[in-house]
């Protein structure tokens, strides 16, 4: 995947000295450089080594796909590896390297909830990446880490700002770019699966025209024209499992890059749950309003944005499962969640994937329409 | 009978029966089958809603029915690698062949061992057959005497009213592997 990266995407600053606000920061800094130098690598690299590169290495390492802005990733990879082409866009010397190995380092503590967020900590953190930053000519990284460091200090100062909320707006962004994610990668599944039928059925009939093949050189030998004809129809066969394969692979490359994406914003999503932040958020600000749904009969078109809680609503099990644990809602709700499953099944008979927001209002897709089902009566 | 299965790391819970017409393995028209259902989760994102077909002609399989939003490698289970439950006399079986991945992530059936299935396990593999109703680990023709190409295949046997021990190979020999990153 070629990495987009906004030029008005900007940093959450921390609008007061509050831990989670300042997490957020970290969090937030991270992945900016994870974008920034991903689209670093690939600018300078897909033209020697193509558009494929990433795909490609990590293919001769006999590894799944990478994906080009995982923080984790961009640092490792230069790191780890003395041979990989990431070093030929970086700078060189020894100091650089504990550079990253620090920042690598930093990264994994505050991603597996171990890190200080204390303003000076967040200090400490952005400082760093800021001279990576420098280091590597990251222009928008350079941009937003010298603005967080003056926020720091000012707030360190008793200066006050406004938008308490923006660190919670950035979660439920997250939060929203898995549930988009996770509905892409799904829709792709079933190209995918189509594509591999497809590949199937066509190694099945290399493998017919190969037992044809040589079914008829036993009886007639070398020299037939008949054997001659089906050598062609055996290798045009074999053409067209090489073509679909190819397909197949570079669907499939896709889809586990999504999916790579998809895991890093759980992880981090995770991570926030982990340590409190997103508590210690929303008890500062809960800004976001419910819509009347009073009048809303289900069925109907939605309107509002759809929920980030995700449920799978299963035909054939005729319940209700969360898509992203896969435990049954009747596990800790009982015959409420069978009953709610049932009630759903007539609204939506082929089931599927239903969205539920804070306010436990509950949406699924109809063709292009994302329509209410109706009010979930217990708290998921 | 118990309802919900642990195989290693995965999760086995019994849903249900339900009456249905369906295509056996071997092709040809839908024909009436009773679908035992069951929910096989575990980490990694695996939910696989799976079957287990009993076919109005005597054909058995357990099948994925519905992958959800289970990433790969695990969402090929879809419309690859169904279990085929064969008769024995009063008894069924079927074989241990287990998904493994290949170059590529691509995964398919491979010929395995005890002592390999048992790894991905993490404890004793007769201990745990057992204690499902189903017989050792032994070869085909072991098993029943088989003197042809396939005799060298594992294979287990178990009562053929047991419905849960075919839903536990499967997901002993599907998921499991792929989940242990096992490899060809």
Same mark, same amino acid.
């Given at each position: ?15 007061s ?14 992945i ?11 600018a300078?690299l ?5 558009k494929?590169w990433?795909?490609?290495l990590a ?5 799944p ?13 230069p ?30 503590a505050?991603?597996?909830n ?11 953190v952005?400082?760093?990446?800021l001279?990576?930053?420098?280091? &590597? ?6 941009r ?5 460091i003056?926020?720091?200090k000012?707030l360190?100062?008793g ?6 909320e923006?660190?919670l ?8 770019q ?10 792709s ?6 594509r ?15 037992? *044809? ?5 036993e ?10 004809? *089906?050598?062609?129809?055996?290798e045009?066969a ?24 998809e895991r ?7 991570s ?6 997103v508590?210690s ?8 309003k ?9 069925g109907?078109?939605w ?9 799978t609503?299963? &035909?054939n099990?005729?319940e ?9 809602l ?5 015959e409420?969640?069978?009953?709610? *499953?049932l009630?759903?099944l007539?609204i939506?008979p ?12 509950a ?17 998921l | 009978?118990?309802?919900?299965v642990?195989?290693?790391a995965?999760?086995?819970v ?24 069951s929910?096989?989760?575990?980490p ?5 809603e799976?079957?287990y ?6 054909d058995?399989?357990?099948r994925v ?13 879809g419309?690859g690698?169904?279990?085929g ?12 062949r287990?998904?493994?991945l290949?170059d590529k ?11 390999e ?14 204690s ?9 023709e ?9 005799r060298h ?23 499991l592997?792929l ?6």
């Amino acid at each position: 995947m070629t990495p987009n990266i906004a030029v008005n995407r900007s940093l959450n600053l921390p609008s007061s000295l509050n831990e989670g606000q300042f997490r957020v920061l970290i969090f937030d800094a991270f992945i900016l450089l994870g974008e920034e130098l991903g689209a670093h690598y690939h600018a300078k690299l897909e033209p020697i080594l193509g558009k494929n590169w990433v795909s490609e290495l990590a293919r001769q390492r006999n590894l799944p796909p990478y994906n080009l802005t995982d923080p984790d990733w961009v640092l490792k990879e230069p790191l780890r590896n003395p041979t990989s082409p990431t070093r030929l866009t970086l700078p060189k010397g020894q100091g650089f390297y504990n550079q990253i190995n620090l920042l690598a380092r930093a990264r994994n503590a505050y991603f597996h909830n171990q890190g200080n967020a204390s303003a000076d900590a967040a200090q400490q953190v952005i400082q760093l990446l800021l001279e990576f930053s420098l280091s &590597v000519q990251l222009l928008l990284c350079t941009r937003e880490y010298a603005g967080a460091i003056q926020r720091i200090k000012k707030l360190l100062l008793g200066e006050e700002f406004g938008g308490a909320e923006q660190g919670l707006e950035r979660i439920v962004i997250l939060e929203q770019q898995v549930a988009n994610l996770e509905e892409i990668a799904n829709q792709s599944k079933l190209e995918i699966q189509q594509r591999e039928q497809a590949l199937e059925n066509a190694l099945d009939d290399v493998a017919v025209r190969e037992e *044809a093949l040589r079914e008829l050189r036993e009886k007639v030998g070398d020299r037939d024209q008949a054997i001659a004809a *089906a050598r062609i129809e055996q290798e045009l066969a074999a053409k067209l499992v090489t073509e679909l394969r190819s397909e197949y692979e570079t669907n499939l490359a896709e889809l586990l890059d999504k999916e790579n994406m998809e895991r890093q914003y759980k992880d981090l999503l995770k991570s926030l749950v982990m340590s409190k932040t997103v508590e210690s958020l929303r008890s500062v600000s809960s800004t976001k309003k419910s819509i009347d749904t009073a009048a809303l009969r289900p069925g109907s078109v939605w309107y509002g944005e759809k929920g980030s809680h995700r449920l799978t609503l299963s &035909v054939n099990f005729r319940e209700l499962y969360d898509t992203k644990t896969g435990t049954l809602l009747r596990e800790n709700h009982g015959e409420r969640a069978t009953n709610l *499953a049932l009630k759903w099944l007539e609204i939506k008979p082929q089931g599927g994937r239903v969205f539920v927001d804070d306010f436990g209002n509950a949406t699924a897709y109809r063709g292009e329409d994302l329509i209410f089902m109706g009010v979930m009566d217990f708290q998921l | 009978m118990t309802s919900e299965v642990l195989v290693g790391a995965i999760k086995i819970v019994y849903m249900g029966a339900v009456e249905i017409k369906a295509t056996p393995i071997r092709g040809g028209e839908p024909i009436a089958a009773i679908q035992h259902l069951s929910f096989v989760t575990g980490p990694d994102g695996i939910a696989l809603e799976t079957a287990y077909l009993i076919f109005s002609n005597g054909d058995r399989d357990v099948r994925v029915i519905e992958t959800g939003d289970t990433p790969s490698p695990y969402s090929r289970l879809g419309h690859g690698g169904r279990l085929g439950v064969y008769p024995l006399g009063k008894m069924h079986y079927c074989e241990t062949r287990a998904m493994k991945l290949g170059d590529k992530n691509w995964s398919n059936l491979h010929r395995t061992t005890a002592r390999e299935i048992e790894g991905w396990l993490g404890s004793n593999l007769n201990g745990f057959l057992s204690s499902l109703g189903l017989s050792k680990v032994i070869t085909r023709e072991e098993l029943f005497g088989d003197e042809g190409r396939r005799r060298h295949e594992l294979a287990t046997s178990f009562e053929s009213t047991n419905f849960m021990a075919p839903f536990a190979i499967f997901a002993l020999t599907r998921p499991l592997p792929l989940l242990k990153g096992a490899r060809r």
